[in-house]
């Protein structure tokens, strides 16, 4: 056992990831949207579960408008709170729960995520997710 021991050690050493497990084994390929607004652009990570992980480097609108909802100014406040948001970028990767959840914080305002993300093609996830 000792000696299974040290090649876990010294293989990564050199170099070698032979028991790290293989990238292309992930079941799940990651979907790159992006969103990009009048003052706000940002890239997420569409997940099986219909989450979102927005990506650090995203920028937010600081200013909310009239259709902005009560939650969603509760999510902007505590992304700001909380640091994941400074100066009007994501300092971090965040995980919202919906499409739609990820562009109201982003934009400030109330509006249909589905409508917003798109594809590096240019559909909207709508238009690819509705046929």
């Not at 000696?3 to 799940?28: C, H, Q, R, W």
């Not at 729960?97 to 240019?122: E, M, Q």
């Amino acid at each position: 056992m000792i000696a299974v021991e040290n090649i876990k050690l010294i293989m990564p050493t050199l170099g070698y990831k032979v028991f790290e497990p293989s990238k292309s084994a992930d079941p799940s390929p990651k979907i790159m949207l992006h969103l990009a607004g009048k003052k706000a652009r940002a890239e997420g990570c569409l997940n099986a579960d219909g989450s979102i992980i927005v990506r650090k480097g995203a920028t937010f609108c600081l200013t909310e408008n009239n259709s902005c909802k009560k939650y969603l100014k509760e999510r902007r406040a505590e992304l700001i709170k909380q640091k994941q948001v400074v100066n009007g970028e994501f300092v971090e990767d965040v995980r919202f729960t919906s499409l739609s959840t990820a562009a109201g914080c982003i934009l400030g305002a109330s509006v249909n995520g589905k409508d917003l993300w798109l594809y590096p093609d240019g559909k909207s996830f709508k238009e690819r997710n509705s046929q």
